[in-house]
């Protein structure tokens, strides 16, 4: 069977994006493929993070993922740090990682920004650790959102020069899976940017812990232009915020964007959010208090977490012996 691995990492609230971009997705794929979800708290602490923060938002994280319909009985659901096998491939990928590869990364500039210079090493090396991921369990495929398309790309060519230098076909070329009409979900108070946990406006974004009432007025709020909704998907080209908000509406319907511009074709902006704002209640309400049901009781988290990390490590445990035989490292 193919194998699936993704992740996300544990650093605030999840999102509308991370769930249309990615755990909508596993939701859908998790019959068809053997799968393993991490929340990924190595990545996380490539930015500075506080201890028990980390601590309640990987719960969280946890928590979200099986509220939205991951089943943690099929489904590997663990976080990264358990498995020391992330950090120990990572490393020596890392020392056949030219950094001509990592200097083309473009999340990399984002993040560092002006602090090039004083921004820690993980976060550069931060690619690197997410191809370590995928390749320590001979993952097939990766779905996620296509923000992560660059890291994949930089994935297989990692493992196609591990396979050329130690030894053809040991790691299989993980394909991404992008799947979905929001796949790049973006911000509620400006549509060229991406909806991300790190915006500082809690308005750009619909965090999957809201209630009805604060989606409600996000979505009111939303940044629109003062045109009404346009007849074609091609009225869109210069409509950023339009052509957002009708995805978002197509995403959580499964219907097309085409579909969804014809459904509302010249309806203003105040009935669509309407109609918006309570879709997005009917889909993300029960979703929230599962999670909050889940929350109630840490201990079940941890069980799982826990029971996760072994069936994690007896995959990784036998390909991080065999890459490491095959580097040439004595096991007396
Ligand atoms: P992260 O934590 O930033 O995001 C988690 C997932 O959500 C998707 N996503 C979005 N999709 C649509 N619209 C958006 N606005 C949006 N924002 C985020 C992301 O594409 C992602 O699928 N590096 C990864 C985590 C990671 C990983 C891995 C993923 C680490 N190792 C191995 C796959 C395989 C990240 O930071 O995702």
Not at 91 to 116: E, V
Not at 143 to 149: A, M, R, S, T
Not at 201 to 230: C, G, Q, V
Request: charged share 25%.
């Amino acid at each position: 069977m193919d194998r699936i691995f993704s992740g996300i990492q544990p650093t605030g609230n999840l999102h509308l994006g991370n769930y249309l971009g990615a755990v909508r997705n596993w939701v859908r794929l998790q019959n068809d493929y053997e799968c393993i979800f991490c929340i990924v708290d190595l990545h996380a602490i490539t930015v500075p993070q506080d201890p028990a923060e980390l601590r309640r938002t990987t719960r969280e994280v946890a928590a979200t993922y099986i509220a939205a319909g991951i089943n943690p009985n099929s489904a590997v659901i663990f976080n990264q740090s358990t498995v020391s096998g992330h950090a120990e491939l990572s490393w020596l990928l890392s020392c056949i990682t030219p950094l001509g590869w990592l200097n083309r990364m473009t999340q990399f500039k984002d993040k560092a920004g002006k602090n090039r210079e004083s921004v820690g090493l993980g976060l550069y090396a931060y690619p690197v650790l997410m191809a370590a991921d995928i390749l320590l369990y001979k993952a097939t495929h990766v779905p996620v959102g296509e923000d992560q398309k660059q890291h994949l790309e930089l994935a297989r060519d990692i493992a196609i020069a591990f396979n050329r230098q130690f030894g053809e076909d040991f790691f299989p070329l993980p394909e991404p899976q992008i799947l979905g009409t929001a796949t790049r979900v973006m911000s509620l108070r400006d549509g060229t940017k991406k909806m991300s946990k790190s915006d500082i406006s809690d308005y750009s974004r619909i965090n999957l812990t809201d209630d009805a009432e604060t989606i409600d007025l996000k979505i009111r709020k939303a940044k629109t232009d003062p045109d009404a909704l346009p007849e074609s998907v091609e009225g869109l080209g210069s409509r950023p915020e339009a052509a957002n908000l009708l995805g978002i509406y197509a995403a959580l319907t499964d219907a097309s964007l085409g579909e969804t511009v014809s459904r509302f074709a010249g309806v203003d902006f105040s009935r669509f959010k309407k109609d918006l704002a309570e879709l997005a209640v009917t889909v993300l309400g029960p979703i929230a208090a599962e999670r909050a049901r889940l929350l109630a009781a840490p201990d079940h988290i941890d069980t799982i977490l826990r029971h996760g990390a072994e069936r994690a490590n007896a995959i990784a445990a036998p390909n991080i012996a065999h890459v490491k035989e095959l580097v040439g490292f004595l096991s007396p």
